[in-house]
């Protein structure tokens, strides 16, 4: 009976302390397996800077996370609303999302950008030009990118293709097969050092700049659990904005 108990104890102060401390896992909802350098992920195992923010942010809280991926990021609004998942990263804040979430303090700022084919170039200035000149466009299935996008999305549907992949975005624009892309900046400049017909459009400033936050489910995250997250965020805010820059 000693020995079990020498055992036990060994075990008690050698393992990580959070596996201790962990009060709940929170379910995060990733839309895409590779989109550089925020999410990678091989075999259920994910790395990026957005897990990076996650383990910043609940370092030394009562919780823990598990990433699930999910087809794309409409697919993740959805079970977040219906409380099947409970936590959704990189999340621009709109009304109709905050009436079935809550939202943190903004952790992070996105830029998104329009990227083009250095063999396939245009003359546009914004996102009017583009739609009026019968041009297509490459999104992201759910994803946000401003008022006036949202607009366009009604009015000229046809000229939009959407993916719930990054990779295969680029892969579309590298083919011609769309005329330009909408991309976060960072993500854009990865993939543009790795394909050689990629580049920003530079005569674009950007397409829509906003704050970025995490996203919890009303049906299963209280807000009492949403204050503990945004104290721990405010006190981590000087490394998630170095792990951003």
């Not at 800077?49 to 990433?67: G, Q, R």
């Not at 905050?98 to 992070?108: C, D, E, G, N």
């Not at 009026?132 to 000229?156: D, M, P, R, V």
């Not at 005569?203 to 945004?230: P, R």
Request: with cysteine; glycine share 4%.
């Amino acid at each position: 009976m000693n020995k079990l108990i020498t055992v036990f104890l060994c075990l008690l102060f050698t393992a990580p302390f959070n596996v201790f401390a962990c009060e709940r896992t929170f379910s995060v909802a990733s839309h895409d397996a590779f989109w550089p350098p925020y999410v990678m992920g091989m075999s259920d195992v994910f790395k990026g800077t957005e897990v990076d923010a996650l383990n910043l942010i609940f370092k030394d809280s009562p919780f823990c996370f598990k990433v699930e991926l999910l087809p794309n990021s409409k697919r993740a609004f959805t079970e977040i609303r219906h409380g099947r998942i409970d936590l959704g990263w990189a999340v621009s804040y709109t009304d109709k999302r905050a009436k079935y979430a809550h939202y943190t303090v903004s952790y992070r700022t996105e830029v998104m950008r329009l990227y083009e084919n250095k063999n396939n170039t245009h003359v546009v200035k914004n996102l009017a030009d583009i739609f009026n000149q019968g041009l297509t466009i490459g999104a992201n299935f759910g994803s946000y990118y401003g008022e006036e996008f949202e607009q366009y999305k009604t009015t000229h549907k046809k000229q939009i293709e959407y993916t719930s992949a990054t990779s295969k975005r680029f892969e579309m624009l590298n083919k011609q097969r769309i005329d330009f892309a909408i991309e976060d900046e960072l993500v854009g400049t990865y993939f543009g050092k790795k394909g050689s017909s990629i580049k920003l459009a530079t005569s674009v400033e950007y397409v829509n700049k906003d704050d970025i936050y995490l996203m919890f489910s009303k049906k299963t995250v209280s807000v009492t659990e949403l204050a503990i997250i945004n104290e721990h965020i405010n006190k981590n805010k000087t490394a998630l904005k170095a792990l951003f820059k």
